[in-house]
Every structure is written in C-alpha cells, then in structure tokens.
Nanobody, 123 residues
Framework: VQLQASGGGLVQAGGSLRLSCVAS????????MGWFRQAPGKERGFVAA????????YYADSVKGRFAISRDNGKNTVYLQMNSLKPEDTAVYYC?????????????????WGQGTLVTVSS
C-alpha cells in the first residue's frame, strides 16, 4: 500500500484544515487507518483512527470534539477534518494503514506510512 497525504498548510488559530490521504496498491478497505503527528523534538503521537469495516473512530483526548476522521473506501481515501485549530496542533501529520498488530494508538501497529504533510497554526 502506498499512501499520499496532502492538505497541510498555514492557518490561524481557530481555523480549519482538511487533510486527505489517498491509498494505492493493495486493498485499501481491509486496513484500519490512522493519523499521527510529530512536532519538532517530539515523538510521533496518535491523533485519530478509523476501522476498515464498521468505521469505528478513535481520537486522542487532545483533539476530541475538534477533529473528525472519515474514510471513503470507494475513493481509497481517508480524511482528517481539523477544526478550532490551536498552535499546539502544529506538526507534521502522517497517515498510516494497518493498526491490527497491537494497540491502534501506537505507531508500531501500522504497516504503511505516508510521507507526511506539515500543518502550521499561528497564534
């Protein structure tokens, strides 16, 4: 599976962005999908995940109520709608496929990764 993330950019605090991640290669719909982020000097951390079948969603506490993950299996695409953005949301955002080996909240559980897209939130 190859993943291509896009949609990052510069936004003011309180603004919104929508990230997209397009998958190609093996069957996209059989994978759980996740979004992670990594700020400078910090480890890559969990943001959100969505299961492949029913579409259950999971969120980090820091983004609950502000971010929404969704997927369109017909378009092989997963989205991350980010609202009410804060300066602390500034990071490189990565999409990932897998999530079935161990905890879906850990990067090590994912098999495939996109290249990352930079989100910068100014105060």
């Amino acid at each position: 599976v190859q993943l291509q993330a896009s949609g990052g950019g510069l936004v003011q605090a309180g603004g919104s962005l929508r990230l997209s991640c397009v998958a190609s290669g093996r069957t996209f719909s059989s994978y759980d999908m996740g979004w992670f982020r990594q700020a400078p000097g910090k480890e890559r951390g969990f943001v959100a995940a969505i299961t492949w079948s029913v579409g259950f969603t999971y969120y980090a506490d820091s983004v609950k109520g502000r971010f929404a993950i969704s997927r369109d299996n017909g378009k092989n695409t997963v989205y991350l709608q980010m609202n009410s953005l804060k300066p602390e949301d500034t990071a490189v955002y990565y999409c990932a496929a897998g999530g079935k080996r161990g905890s879906r909240y850990l990067p090590s559980s994912y098999d495939y990764w996109g290249q990352g897209t930079l989100v910068t939130v100014s105060s």
